[in-house]
């Protein structure tokens, strides 16, 4: 079996024993046959410290580099809504500072980091508070709190949470 790569003028093609069966165009898109089977091992990434992998994070030094597996900016007063997300379906409104997160794509397990804040207006200023904090972790939700003290909740008018695994 010979596997080839053939320039074109409008990309390339890769073709197996003078056949083509990909296609690539100029613009780096690739056209694969809707009857195309696959069986082997992909090579490539090995892990989290690959130099791949931390280049394509912008990354420099060995220390491994973990994603954020969801995240979620959301207006938390009046009838919450969802403002920007990752890997986040819906909200729920629990309460007064009391909220849901709902996972598109449930996590692996419990075991995940959860960072969040907020911000405020008082008096005409805008403030940024660290007081989100988790309640309950689930592996397709996550229920959170925030506000000033652990009784003192609050709904805010912007909150973002990111989870880490």
């Known amino acids: 079996?010979?596997?080839?790569?053939?320039?074109?003028?409008?990309?390339?093609?890769?073709?197996?024993?003078?056949?083509?069966?990909?296609?690539?165009?100029?613009s780096g898109n690739l056209t694969v046959p809707n009857n195309m089977t696959f069986s082997g091992t992909v090579t490539g990434v090995s892990s989290y410290s690959d130099s791949d992998?931390?280049?394509?994070?912008?990354?420099s030094g060995s220390a491994p580099v973990y994603a954020c597996r969801a995240?979620?900016?959301?207006?938390?007063?009046?009838t919450v809504s969802i403002l920007a997300s990752g890997n986040v379906s819906s909200l729920t409104d629990n309460g007064v500072g009391d909220y849901t997160i709902n996972f598109t794509t449930a996590m692996p397990d419990t075991n995940y980091v959860m960072t969040g804040n907020y911000d405020?207006?008082?008096n005409s200023t805008q403030y940024f508070d660290q007081q989100t904090v988790p309640r309950t972790f689930a592996t397709g939700s996550l229920r959170i709190n925030q506000g000033h003290a652990a009784t003192n909740y609050n709904d805010a008018e912007r909150i973002m949470v990111s989870i880490i695994r």
């Open 120 to 122: 405020y207006v008082y």
């Open 53 to 59: 992998a931390l280049s394509l994070f912008n990354a």
């Open 71 to 78: 995240w979620v900016n959301f207006n938390g007063t009046g």
């Open 1 to 26: 079996m010979t596997i080839s790569i053939k320039p074109t003028a409008s990309g390339s093609t890769i073709e197996q024993d003078g056949s083509s069966i990909l296609s690539i165009d100029a």
